[in-house]
T-cell receptor, first 113, second 115 residues
């Protein structure tokens, strides 16, 4: 069975400092992994995805994530936070066993001026 | 413009009154899905459809029905809504049937309140 754990429900950073949002997954098959962002009262937007090509994945707005199979992790990072990054972030796993998508419970990122 | 549309966007209803939330996509996507979003729980998949006339249960299907008679439409039916179905609902679609590499595109959401 597949599952996703987002290790922090809330993260606060100062503007201009690095962002780290942690995600661990479990999957019986080779997974695809995604990060989505949801700004307040908005829909979901894809930040980046891992699909078994390069393990370091670059996404939009300066975000990137590294797939580490040995650690079953897919942490999201950004070198320098911007006020507009304040939002909720979801890690998502899918695999070829069920074709379902499993979302983590989300991490709310707060950016302090 | 490529998009997923949902209607209505907001709905307040009473317990037991049947309702349908429509979802339509104009991208010729095979895969469509419904999710509900609740605080602290993230998004949970209700039902998904791999293609026309092919649907399957997600993780929280109780109290919901779906149908996929046309490729572009995937309505969500609540035959007898209850207050615990008060939630924010999202429809999503993606290309491919078995290709899990493709990302989903989400609709704007439907906020449902059942009193």
């Amino acid at each position: 069975a597949q599952s996703v754990t987002q290790l922090d429900s809330h993260v606060s950073v100062s503007e201009g400092t690095p962002v780290l949002l942690r995600c661990n997954y479990s999957s019986s098959y080779s997974p695809s992994l995604f990060w989505y962002v949801q700004h307040p009262n908005k829909g979901l937007q894809l930040l980046l995805k891992y699909t078994s090509a390069a393990t370091l994945v670059k996404g939009i707005n300066g975000f990137e994530a590294e797939f580490k199979k040995s650690e079953t992790s897919f942490h999201l990072t950004k070198p320098s936070a911007h006020m507009s990054d304040a939002a909720e972030y979801f890690c998502v796993v899918s695999d070829g066993g069920t074709y379902k998508y499993i979302f983590g419970t989300g991490t709310r990122l707060k950016v302090l001026a | 413009e490529a998009q997923v549309t949902q209607n209505p966007r907001y709905l307040i209803t009473v317990t037991g009154k049947k309702l349908t939330v429509t979802c339509s996509q104009n991208m010729n996507h095979e895969y469509m899905s419904w999710y509900r979003q609740d605080p602290g729980l993230g998004l949970r998949q209700i039902y998904y459809s791999m293609n026309v006339e092919v649907t399957d249960k997600g993780d929280v299907p109780e109290g919901y029905k779906v149908s996929r008679k046309e490729k572009r439409n995937f309505p969500l039916i609540l035959e007898s809504p209850s207050p615990n179905q008060t939630s924010l609902y999202f429809c999503a679609s993606r290309t491919g049937t078995y290709e899990i590499n493709y990302e989903q595109y989400f609709g704007p959401g439907t906020r449902l309140t059942v009193t």
